[in-house]
T-cell receptor, first 113, second 113 residues
Framework: AQTVTQSQPEMSVQEAETVTLSCTYD???????LFWYKQPPSRQMILVIR??????QNATENRFSVNFQKAAKSFSLKISDSQLGDAAMYFC??????????FGQGTELSVKP | DTGVSQNPRHKITKRGQNVTFRCDPI?????LYWYRQTLGQGPEFLTY????????KSRLLSDRFSAERPKGSFSTLEIQRTEQGDSAMYLC???????????FGPGTRLTVL
């Protein structure tokens, strides 16, 4: 069975600073995808960034980047130049050919002005 | 296209009643997923469709739950004889194909009194 673990229930960052959210996962699959989703309060979930397991290069989307360590089964999200609009629940998720996303418990990020 | 829509957004019902939720995916998306999210947790997979075929159901989906996707367009999720433990946010997502980004709807929040 696949599992995703986010060990930080809450994180806080000062506006314009950098924060890293942690995620570890377990899977027996060799071909899988990893995602970070953002869920703002009372708003729908949106994709932040995705990483294909076969790619060694870490994915980057503007201020968001990941540190993908396949051997360690670690997939952390770095947010640079944090903005007030980044405040949300962040979920790490894994997807395989089975067709479903397995989510972690989430990390609530607050951004201080 | 305005994205994935779900109706109703909120539903309050009494224990023992039946409820039905509707999800309209992004047009041309072949895959449609249902997830359940309880407060403070990540979404949990319930079931998914490839066109009109239901390909997988989670063990979370008891006999009281049924999902359909007639004609491969919108989908309905029915819960019969609701219980207080069914109170949750029910999320729908759609994607173009396997491994593609899943786009989430705003969810239907169910409260069972």
């Amino acid at each position: 069975a696949q599992t995703v673990t986010q060990s930080q229930p809450e994180m806080s960052v000062q506006e314009a600073e950098t924060v890293t959210l942690s995620c570890t996962y377990d899977t027996s699959e060799s071909d899988y995808y990893l995602f970070w989703y953002k869920q703002p309060p009372s708003r729908q979930m949106i994709l932040v960034i995705r990483q294909e397991a076969y790619k060694q290069q870490n994915a980057t989307e503007n201020r968001f980047s990941v540190n993908f360590q396949k051997a360690a089964k670690s997939f952390s999200l770095k947010i640079s130049d944090s903005q007030l609009g980044d405040a949300a629940m962040y979920f790490c998720a894994i997807y395989n050919q089975g067709g479903k996303l397995i989510f972690g418990q989430g990390t609530e990020l607050s951004v201080k002005p | 296209d305005t994205g994935v829509s779900q109706n109703p957004r909120h539903k309050i019902t009494k224990r023992g009643q039946n409820v039905t939720f509707r999800c309209d995916p992004i047009s041309e998306h072949n895959r449609l997923y249902w997830y359940r999210q309880t407060l403070g947790q990540g979404p949990e997979f319930l079931t998914y469709f490839q066109n009109e075929a239901q390909l997988e159901k989670s063990r979370l989906l008891s006999d009281r739950f049924s999902a359909e996707r007639p004609k491969g367009s919108f989908s309905t999720l029915e819960i019969q004889r609701t219980e207080q433990g069914d109170s949750a946010m029910y999320l729908c997502a759609s994607s173009l194909a396997d491994r593609d980004e899943q786009f989430f709807g705003p969810g239907t929040r169910l409260t069972v009194l």
